[in-house]
């Protein structure tokens, strides 16, 4: 039995912004849930379009901030292989940093950002009902429903829980070597040539898999670039 404490709500501004709260008076291993979230946030200061019927949750716990990376490569496995107990025919991969796709589209996203103290927030949305315009989107997206997959998404969120915390134990004691293996087998058009956007700077090279520290290998000639954040771009197929 999971020992997480999942708290729902109907509306929330955000669940990380929830979480955030409850992680001051020292709560750890909660989950918070909201039906609806009138302000949520992706990364770099974007915000999230939060339809009615997706999934939208906020874990919180102890942990080490050195470690970050080790987390982003577990969270987003964790997703994936969360879809593919439901539905293994599912044509899932993984996109740097942290997307999960569905049929080469977005369905899930996530936010981590630093709690009180040692705790850390994930902040988690998968498209299960529905999915943003591709208008206002960077990328392609798509829900499950959409690609024909039908799910409770509180089933979903428990089996996400599940897996999660096998990931997690895995990781403490062995270390990070097999789930980024695992990882870079799931990656999204690895080999291709890419190009990351940080800001107004873009740097072009081979897709080269991670490293153990959840950093994107570029490779540019006789050289292996690590970089850090960014959005990726697909050059060609």
Do not use: H
Not at 37 to 54: C, D, E, H, K, Y
Not at 141 to 157: C, Q, W
Not at 216 to 228: E, G, H, S, V, Y
Request: some cysteine; proline content about 2%.
């Amino acid at each position: 039995m999971s020992d997480w404490q999942i708290f729902k709500y109907a509306e929330l501004d955000s669940t990380n912004n929830k979480a955030l709260k409850l992680a001051d008076v020292g709560r750890q291993k909660i989950v918070i849930q909201a039906e609806q979230q009138t302000a949520g946030r992706g990364r770099r200061g974007r915000s999230w379009s939060s339809l009615a019927g997706n999934l939208f949750f906020s874990q919180v716990f102890a942990f080490d901030m050195q470690s970050i990376g080790a987390l982003v490569i577990i969270c987003s496995l964790s997703v994936l292989q969360t879809i593919k107990d439901f539905f293994p025919q599912a044509d899932v991969s993984l996109k740097w940093p942290n997307d999960v796709l569905l049929n080469q589209a977005k369905v899930c996203g996530m936010l981590i950002e630093k709690g009180e103290g040692n705790n850390i927030i994930v902040g988690i949305g998968v498209n299960v009902a529905q999915s943003p315009e591709n208008s206002v989107m960077m990328y392609p997206t798509i829900s499950l429903t959409e690609a024909g997959y039908n799910v409770n998404k509180d089933s979903f969120l428990q089996k996400y829980l599940q897996v999660f915390d096998e990931n997690f134990i895995n990781w403490q004691q062995n270390n990070i070597s097999a789930l980024r293996q695992l990882w870079e087998s799931y990656a999204y058009r690895l080999g291709d040539n890419i190009v990351v956007r940080q800001n107004s700077q873009e740097e072009g090279g081979i897709f080269g898999g991670i490293d153990e520290n959840g950093n994107l290998l570029l490779q540019q000639n006789d050289r292996i670039k690590k970089i850090i954040v960014g959005d990726v771009f697909y050059l060609g197929k």
